[in-house]
């Protein structure tokens, strides 16, 4: 009787553990979550959109999904070749971090790691 009972409590705490440990916005950017889609556009502007709750985001997100950069920013090629890495090899971003406030939710940088 006390194994099964130390087994089924073993069981409940390594679930809610593992409940625990998962993906999650804030109001500065998201972190360990995935690139559901991307794309740039004609003018330059990536629309980035990654799985999860993004609500808490400080920011307005474009059609209430897309964090957006623009091209002709420094670095922003850098942060295109990092999301797309993380979408084909379905990796989940470390952290992608936003400019709060913008009317946009204008992705500052990104952070990918193994």
């Given at each position: 009787m006390?194994?099964?009972?130390?087994g089924?409590?073993?069981?409940?705490c390594?679930?809610l553990?593992?409940?625990?440990?998962?993906?999650?916005?804030?109001?500065?950017?998201?972190?360990?979550?995935?690139?559901?889609?991307?794309?740039?556009?004609?003018?330059?502007?990536?629309?980035?959109?990654?799985?999860?709750?993004?609500?808490?985001?400080?920011?307005?997100?474009?059609?209430?999904?897309?964090?957006?950069?623009?091209?002709?920013?420094?670095?922003?090629?850098?942060?295109?070749?990092?999301?797309?890495?993380?979408l084909?090899?379905?990796?989940?971003?470390?952290?992608?971090?936003?400019?709060?406030?913008s009317?946009?939710?204008?992705?500052?940088?990104?952070?990918?790691?193994?």
């Amino acid at each position: 009787m006390k194994k099964s009972v130390f087994g089924a409590s073993l069981s409940l705490c390594l679930f809610l553990a593992a409940g625990s440990a998962h993906a999650s916005c804030n109001t500065k950017g998201c972190g360990d979550e995935k690139v559901k889609r991307l794309y740039p556009n004609i003018s330059g502007i990536v629309y980035v959109e990654v799985t999860g709750d993004k609500s808490p985001l400080d920011c307005t997100l474009v059609a209430d999904k897309y964090m957006t950069f623009d091209m002709s920013a420094v670095g922003a090629e850098a942060i295109y070749s990092m999301l797309l890495t993380a979408l084909t090899t379905d990796r989940p971003l470390e952290y992608i971090r936003i400019s709060n406030g913008s009317s946009n939710c204008s992705v500052r940088y990104v952070q990918l790691s193994d």
